[in-house]
């Protein structure tokens, strides 16, 4: 398993790249900040579809994920043996201009984190951040015009920028084109701010950090401020990507249309959607055309396993259809010609000792668990003389018929239909 923060993702991000292009199938895992924004939204055995929608919409407008778990499954060719390679995101909604998210915690949901050792610091002080397109949108339009600052952000610096700008009046009363000045940089004010702010009011001056103490400002040309502002686009550029953050790794998922597999992932992908995507349509007709569009090969393994349940009713099996009874039960089953799943170099953790309820293992488990249904519904019906290795392509056609059934528990209907495939709820 990799753990990915704020400050280890630009490295990481080719990595995470790369797995997702050469993989054969992504599992998936979230965890977030609660489940029932209010007892009015509480799910009743007489929820149709639409109803369940209208519901879970209200609750994931108001939470948050704060980790993710993606696990590439990447196949070796003609050895029947797939390399897994887990990333663990820690992410959080960054702030910055008028980009300033608010969300709920419930309590229950942060006990449960507690519980199974979710790390608070790292959420907070290094989660990756991200923006859907209407929050991507709004930032843009306001690096572009040096507008980051809030009014709160103004309110509260201005005496102190104020303080500042007298100091650099003063100086360029004297000063010659190529002169430098150097000056504490207060800590009350972040970067960006500070030199939008100077550099805005004075037009004859260019403003770096020279380190987190200190800020200079230098008298320039009109000519070198033109040849400056081009390297501040890449700058700002980079401030943006920054802000995307995770958002770009759901892009490649997007843009490489490789199955993802999720467990019981109804409200993960509605989470996905909202955050990543755009806010969730009141529509729940709309909600179900973009994800079929977004990802055209979803799989819930809670659906698949749930449909198998009775005529594995004597093995016991699918008796309890819980991701960690699943894995469990598998792990203690042996198929003829099951292919063997095998971690990374980086995946020393998940060897060596279970993190239940960890988004990145838990992508995993739900991985390995597809893995197996898939294989399991393919040689069922083969004698000893007939199994042999299948690879991924022919384990894909047998479980087509599963495609787009996301499974949704304690509701009042069994099927609902998307633009393109049927979702089972």
């Known amino acids: 398993m990799v753990e990915v923060l704020k400050s280890s993702f630009e490295d990481l991000f080719p990595i995470i790249e790369t797995c997702i292009r050469e993989c054969s199938f992504v599992a998936f895992d979230t965890e977030f900040t609660g489940l029932t924004a209010d007892s009015s939204n509480t799910e009743t055995l007489f929820d149709d579809g639409p109803a369940r929608y209208a ?60 519980r199974h050792n979710f790390d608070f610091n790292k959420f907070i002080y290094d989660g990756i951040s991200y923006l859907n397109e209407e929050q991507e949108k709004v930032l843009c339009n306001e690096i ?34 190529e002169d430098k000045l150097v000056l504490e940089k207060p800590p009350s004010v972040s970067d960006y701010v500070l030199h939008s702010q100077l550099r805005q009011r004075f037009p004859a001056i260019w403003t770096i950090s020279v380190d987190r103490l200190h800020v200079q400002c230098a008298k320039i040309t009109e000519e070198k401020k033109s040849i400056i502002l081009k390297e501040h686009e890449m700058e ?17 998922l997007v843009k490489h249309r490789k199955p993802i597999v999720g467990h019981n992932c109804f409200m993960d992908l509605m989470l996905m959607y909202d955050k990543f995507y755009r806010p969730l349509p009141v ?61 990374g170099q980086e995946g020393s953790k998940y060897r060596e000792a279970e993190a239940l309820h960890e988004a990145g293992y838990d992508a995993f488990m739900t991985g390995s668990v597809f893995l197996r249904i898939a294989h399991l519904k393919a040689v069922v019906h083969l004698s000893f003389a007939e199994a042999q290795p299948l690879p991924f392509s022919h384990l894909f056609s047998i479980i087509s018929p599963d495609m787009g059934r996301l499974n949704l528990i304690r509701a009042s209907v069994n099927d609902i239909v998307s633009k393109y495939k049927t979702f089972a709820v």
């Open 236 to 252: 700002n550029e980079r401030v943006l990507n920054s802000m995307l953050g995770f958002t770009r790794v759901f892009r490649l």
């Open 283 to 343: 529509k729940y007709s709309q909600f179900k055309e973009d994800i079929s569009r977004l990802f055209p090969f979803v799989f819930d393994t809670k659906s698949m396993s749930a449909s198998m349940r009775k005529s594995y009713k004597e093995t016991g099996l699918f008796e309890n259809t819980t991701l960690s009874r699943l894995y469990a039960a598998f792990q203690r089953r042996f198929d003829l010609y099951q292919p063997a799943i095998i971690h």
């Open 55 to 114: 519901k879970k919409r209200r609750d994931v407008q108001q939470f948050i994920m704060v980790q993710i778990g993606l696990s590439a499954f990447i196949e070796i060719p003609h050895e029947n043996r797939y390399r897994v390679h887990t990333f663990n995101f820690y992410v959080y909604p960054g702030s910055f201009g008028s980009v300033n998210v608010k969300f709920l915690c419930q309590a229950s949901a942060l006990e449960f984190l507690c």
């Open 144 to 177: 572009e015009e040096l507008s980051v600052a809030t009014d709160a952000e103004c309110d509260y610096d201005e005496i102190t920028v104020q303080e500042i700008s007298s100091k650099i009046s003063e100086w360029l009363a004297t000063a010659k084109n």
